[in-house]
């Protein structure tokens, strides 16, 4: 019953049948009263067409027995029964049995008239349940006396007949009009139910977010009109979803792609979005975080924190912390954002990783600190041994020369330096471009080895070349690579033991060449290992200043061979030496 289909169907259902029994009862109803007005004329003209035939039976004298015998021929020719009232009678003499006759009194009839008067009256005594119809007619006899006629007459015959046969006509009739009716409004309930159907099935696909269904109803023109509009809103629907969702791929492209994490919280505290930098930052999963309260995840109290404050203030607020896990410095910041124009507040944290900056911060002050105290050093000398030249404290020639020779040598050194840090800066910030060409590195391994001869010979030191016979051209800048063979061979020489050996090996390795200098040193202790290519670190110090050396050797030959595409890599072992190797593309 709650089907719109139903509700219609028995609506019009009801309303027909209503309509049809108003119009039954009102029809029987007029065509009843037609025939009792017409019966009540018959009455009328029949109690008239009696007082004519009993006039001369009531003349004086009367002839009783003749008058009951005419009144019963009468009654039995018209199907009534009469009674015969004498008004002017002393005695008020009655002849017959019908209304006003005998023991019974006149009852509804019995009216006053004037003579040659009538009246017909419906209802009256009712016999065996019949209906009846009484007429009363009033009449002068020869002598002036005044008589009642009244007569009576059942319905049956005369009215109920008819009427019975046309409640007959109207019931069958009203029947067929129902199955009439029962076919309309079934027809009537589809052809409104149907295309609200398809309707609700259109807006339950658009519920389940199918939009491609389209309706096409030639039914009345409101739901016509109806299907028009739902199909325009599903038109409208799919554009505006479309372009949501275009719009949400590029923010997810945007939040994918940005360095930053960020997290988004709504007015409950509730997340609403974790991009992949984020969740990776703090080492959650992305598609369970979504949906859960910021503060049922395993997040540093420094994140809950600050979301707490955001949320309950409404204001800005900014944090940087270390997490104990991965040993990464995050810098927090969370902003409070309205919820449309009704809305609450959520907040947006944006997560970043500072570690690197830190760490170059603090590597940039150190560089500052170690740079500053490597020339500060030659400075010093040069300070001090020109001070005693000027100021009389080298008094002889050989003092004067001596001093002049140091600073020389100082000055040669803090050149070096700079020299040194200069083509550093140069490389690493790419504005030292490299000459490319095919080089055979045999030939430019000899050509370093052989330039350091003569120093190797005064050391005692015994240097042994190992270079594959195979070995391919490589693609490289060859002053550059000859600078790192000088530099890792110069390290070799100052590093190394009283008649000890460098070894210098260069083998095809995976695509690339690599190129080896051991020597047979003291070694490097495994702590000091992994910042042996930093700038101005030293494994000694104190051996490192005393020969000359700057500490930024082996940080220009990380420079100029990851310039190349290469890579470098140091192994050691204290009292057995070390070993000093790079790679470098082939042609």
């Known amino acids: 019953m709650r089907s719109l289909f139903w509700k219609v169907f028995f609506a019009t259902l009801l309303t027909l049948l209503v309509a049809l029994a108003t119009v039954s009862l009102l029809l029987t109803a007029t065509i009843e009263n037609f025939y009792m007005e017409r019966a009540e004329v018959h009455m009328g003209h029949l109690a008239e067409g009696m007082a004519e035939r009993l006039k001369p039976f009531v003349s004086d004298p009367v002839d009783e027995e003749e008058l009951v015998r005419v009144l019963r021929l009468i009654e039995a ?115 409104i139910a149907n295309p609200l159907r398809g309707i609700r099935g259109l807006v339950g696909e658009m519920a ?38 275009r719009e949400q791929a590029r923010l997810r492209g945007i939040l994918a792609s940005v360095a930053e994490g960020i997290i988004a919280v709504d007015t409950e505290g509730q997340i609403a979005l974790v991009n992949p930098q984020a969740a990776e930052l703090l080492g959650v999963a992305q598609q369970q975080a979504i949906g859960s309260p910021v503060h049922d995840l395993p997040l540093p109290e420094n994140i809950m924190r600050l979301f707490s404050e955001c949320l309950s203030t409404n204001q800005l607020r900014s944090a940087e912390f270390e997490l104990e896990q991965t040993h990464r410095q995050l810098l927090l910041q969370v902003a409070p954002v309205r ?99 095919d080089v055979e590195l045999p030939e430019l391994v000899q050509a370093a080895v052989e330039s350091f001869g003569r120093q190797a010979a005064d050391r005692d030191l015994r240097v042994e070349l190992d270079l594959a016979r195979d070995l391919p051209p490589v693609r490289v800048d060859a002053d550059r690579i000859y600078q790192v063979m000088v530099n890792l061979l110069s390290n070799a020489l100052r590093f190394n033991r009283p008649e000890g050996e460098i070894a210098v090996s260069a083998r095809r390795e995976d695509g690339l060449v690599r190129v080896a200098v051991r020597d047979s040193g003291p070694g490097i202790p495994a702590d000091q290992l992994p910042r042996i290519w930093e700038r101005f670190h030293r494994a000694d110090s104190s051996r490192a200043r005393q020969d000359g050396g700057t500490g930024l050797g082996l940080s220009i030959v990380r420079s100029i061979v990851e310039a190349h595409g290469g890579s470098v890599s140091a192994e050691s072992e204290t009292g057995e030496g070390s070993t000093f190797s790079f790679t470098v593309p082939i042609a």
């Open 77 to 191: 020719s018209s199907g009534t029964q009469i009674c015969l009232v004498g008004r002017s009678d002393p005695a008020g003499r009655t002849f017959g049995e019908g209304p006003g006759g005998g023991e019974q009194t006149p009852g509804p009839g019995a009216v006053e008239l004037e003579p040659g008067g009538a009246a017909v009256v419906p209802g009256g005594e009712v016999l065996c349940g019949e209906r009846m119809l009484n007429a009363q007619w009033n009449f002068e006899d020869d002598e002036g006396s005044i008589w009642s006629l009244y007569v009576r007459a059942s319905l049956v015959g005369v009215v109920d007949e008819i009427v019975y046969q046309l409640r007959r006509l109207v019931l069958l009739a009203v029947l067929i009009a129902v199955g009439v009716s029962l076919v309309t409004a079934f027809a009537l309930s589809r052809r």
């Open 339 to 437: 919820s449309g124009e009704e809305g609450g507040w959520g907040a947006v944290a944006v997560l970043r990783d500072v570690t690197g900056e830190r760490r170059l911060d603090h590597m940039r002050r150190q560089f500052i600190s170690d740079a500053s105290h490597e020339i500060r050093t030659p400075l010093t000398a040069i300070g001090g041994f020109a001070s005693a030249i000027a100021d009389g404290t080298a008094t002889t020639p050989e003092e004067r020369t001596r001093s002049a020779t140091l600073i020389v040598r100082e000055v040669e050194r803090l050149t070096r330096l700079v020299n040194e840090l200069l083509n550093l800066s140069r490389i690493e910030s790419g504005a030292a471009k490299l000459q490319l060409e």
């Open 208 to 245: 389940a977010g199918d939009f491609s269904r389209r309706l096409s109803i030639d039914e009345p023109t409101e739901v016509r009109d109806l299907a028009h509009s739902f199909n325009s809103l599903a038109d409208s629907l799919q554009t505006t979803l479309g372009e949501l969702e």
